[in-house]
């Protein structure tokens, strides 16, 4: 089945502890994004990596780190974790069209800084 | 910066009530205009990949138009089913520093009740 799995789907961790949400596709994709989803803000994109070693920033990236070694794995590094990254964190993937950005989007990963 | 506005915020219709939801844009030469569907927990759902003006794209109850400002969601004779938040997102042109990047909209919390 094809998919993006993210890990974990649910933390609760304090302001400074060094986190790291994993993605990963199987569809051979060589497209992945980071979205944060909040309340009257919508998505906004973080990072995201055209194929691997690829990366870019996104919108919002302050705070953030992404790495993309393998073309499945897209890990979102949280190096210094603080209160205003509590979020609702998205991980999506397509295929590497110039015309297409059909994304499949992970479960989510809801994080709570305190 | 590229702006995605949704309209209107929240839809309530009764069942059958057919109805339209708005996205306007302001990128210049935009590449692809998405429409996703997300469910509550869930990550958003792919619809719909516009391109260009005049274009219209059917799936079931849901018709996706586009103009060169703005586009529209048309629900025709909507079910509880179809209750979710609908999102739009606009991809720029290709070429340029942004050409992985994809804004979205706020969203629209559609209601259907029986």
């Known amino acids: 089945e094809a998919q993006v799995t993210q890990n974990p789907r649910y933390l609760i961790t304090v302001t400074g502890k060094k986190l790291t949400v994993t993605c990963s596709q199987n569809m051979n994709h060589e497209y992945m994004s980071w979205y944060r989803q909040d309340p009257g803000l919508g998505l906004r994109q973080i990072y995201y990596?055209?194929?691997?070693?690829?990366?870019d920033k996104g919108d919002v990236p302050e705070g953030y780190k992404v790495s993309r070694k393998e073309k499945r794995n897209f890990p979102l590094i949280l190096e210094s974790p603080s209160p205003n990254q509590t979020s609702l964190y998205f991980c999506?993937?397509?295929?590497?069209?110039?015309?297409?950005?059909?994304?499949?989007f992970g479960e989510g990963s809801r994080l709570t800084v305190l | 910066e590229d702006q995605v506005t949704q309209s209107p915020e929240a839809l309530r219709l009764q069942e059958g009530e057919s109805s339209s939801l708005n996205c306007s844009y302001t990128?210049?030469?935009?590449?692809?205009l998405f429409w996703y569907r997300q469910d509550p927990g869930k990550g958003p759902e792919f619809l719909f990949t516009?391109?260009?003006a005049g274009e219209e794209k059917e799936k079931e109850r849901l018709k996706a138009t586009l103009t060169k400002k703005e586009s529209f969601l048309h629900i025709t004779a909507p079910k509880p089913e179809d209750s979710a938040t609908y999102l739009c997102?606009?991809?720029?042109?290709?070429?340029?520093?942004?050409?992985?990047?994809?804004?979205f909209g706020q969203g629209t919390i559609l209601t259907v009740h029986p």
């Open positions: 990596s055209m194929n691997v070693e690829v990366t």
């Open positions: 999506a993937s397509s295929q590497q069209n110039i015309r297409a950005r059909e994304l499949f």
């Open positions: 516009l391109y260009s």
């Open positions: 990128v210049s030469g935009l590449r692809g």
């Open positions: 997102a606009v991809q720029p042109p290709a070429g340029g520093t942004s050409y992985g990047k994809l804004t």
